[in-house]
């Protein structure tokens, strides 16, 4: 996969600084690509919408809980046909709406799964 823009979407309700964006930062996809994490550096609501619409080319949505916010997010991408890679963590219940939208579904069990099957 060529350098691309990769958003990654998710609930607040997760320890996401840890859990989410400490192994994503450590990865070599780090390296190879830009990841957006949206509340990296602030709390402020990231214009995920325009990213989506004009310059995302994957959505990654970490979907273990439950969002608003997030289920907005993944509209959004659906409509501007942003391929969408969900994940959860094993032990989780997903959303009955996320894999009826979406055909990418994957369950991981801790950090260095959650990159390996991103990779």
């Keep these: 996969m060529d350098s691309s823009n990769i958003y990654i979407g998710h609930s607040t309700l997760i320890d996401?600084?840890?859990d989410l964006y400490k192994p994503l930062r450590k990865?070599?996809?780090d390296n190879d690509h830009n990841i957006i994490l949206p509340h990296e550096?602030?709390?402020i609501p990231f214009r995920s919408k325009d990213f989506l619409k004009d310059e995302?080319?994957?959505f990654i949505a970490e979907v273990s809980k439950a969002s608003t916010g997030l289920g907005i997010e993944l509209g959004?991408?659906?409509?501007?046909d942003v391929p969408v890679?969900?994940?959860?963590?094993e032990g989780?219940?997903?959303s009955s709406a996320v894999p009826a939208v979406f055909d990418t579904v994957l369950e991981y069990?801790?950090?260095?799964?959650?990159i390996e099957k991103i990779i």
């Design 16 to 18: 996401f600084r840890e």
């Design 27 to 29: 990865s070599r996809l």
């Design 41 to 43: 550096n602030s709390d």
């Design 56 to 58: 995302c080319d994957l």
């Design 76 to 80: 959004w991408a659906n409509l501007f």
């Design 85 to 89: 890679l969900c994940m959860y963590k």
């Design 92 to 94: 989780s219940t997903v």
């Design 109 to 114: 069990g801790d950090e260095k799964e959650l």
